[in-house]
């Protein structure tokens, strides 16, 4: 069964994106990429090098796969740092596809400023950008990131980091029904079953970082949320049996045998 993910015209092999953050250092960021089976690794540009080509920078340790890299804006508070950061990321590197993220709450929650992000999205998206973009779980906002152009919504699971897993369920039913770019979860995954959880309902992929960085072993748990974004994917495409109060006899109770 051909069932592809296709985002800004680039097809993606798997539905997992992966982050590269937390890591102790690069070369453990890149085992675990390759464990993980992903096509795409997120980076905080502002905090993880790939512009200065004469220090330490992750994309030299890629440069022998076909990963390919989501430049994020992590740390950027309103539209203008992350248009103006965006802009020198394609300057310097030439990527173009980027993951829109602006925190509105610092200091608690890291909650995005869904207005910020609506404004700086509709502007990079008209300068060519191919824009993944980072919000929370409304189904209103997702639809207007779709008209502003986001190539992908990324509705947050629970917040960054707390690895409390998705939080509600329906909102992710609810954005995937109400937009028909991808649906990409991201933030807040904490082990494989919420990935697993994520694409059983109808997430097109699923974004993780500290997950699988801060893992006791992030390798295996790299090649766990593999598994579990296939798997779920795959129950999702076959289609669950309807939920029921009382039992229901796995064989057929006609033709029963007389004792």
């Keep these: 069964m051909e069932d592809k993910l296709i985002i800004g015209g680039i097809e993606f092999k798997s539905r997992l994106i992966v982050g590269s953050g937390k890591y102790s250092d690069f070369a453990t960021t890149r085992k675990a990429t390759l464990a993980s089976g992903a ?3 997120t980076i905080a540009v502002r905090r993880v090098n790939i512009t200065d080509k ?3 920078n992750l994309l030299d340790y890629f440069k022998d796969s076909d990963i390919k890299f989501l430049p994020n804006s992590a740390g ?10 965006f802009r020198i990321v394609r300057e310097a590197t030439g990527i173009k596809t980027i993951k829109l993220e602006i925190i509105g709450d610092s200091a608690k929650t890291l909650y995005p400023d869904v207005v910020e992000t609506l404004q700086a999205c509709e502007i990079l998206a008209k300068e060519g950008f191919i824009v993944f973009a980072y919000t929370n779980d409304d189904p209103i906002m997702a639809k207007k990131l779709e008209n502003a152009g986001a190539s992908a919504v990324m509705p947050l699971a629970a917040p960054i980091g707390s690895g409390l897993g998705i939080q509600n369920k329906y909102n992710i039913i609810f954005i995937k029904e109400a937009i028909s770019v991808p649906v990409i979860v991201d933030a807040g995954v904490g082990c494989a079953s919420d990935a697993s959880m994520a694409m059983e309902l109808g997430a097109d992929g699923v974004l993780s970082n500290s997950a699988i960085a801060l893992a006791k072993n992030p390798i295996l748990m790299a090649e766990a949320m593999k598994n579990a974004v296939l798997s779920g994917r795959q129950s999702y495409l ?6 029921k109060p009382y039992a229901t006899a796995s064989s057929p109770l006609d033709g029963l045998m007389d004792l």
């Excluded at 076959?238 to 939920?243: E, L, S, V």
């Design 39 to 41: 096509d795409m690794i």
């Design 54 to 56: 004469n220090s330490e």
């Design 238 to 243: 076959a289609g669950r049996i309807p939920k």
């Design 76 to 85: 950027c508070v309103n539209a203008n740092e992350a248009i103006s950061l």
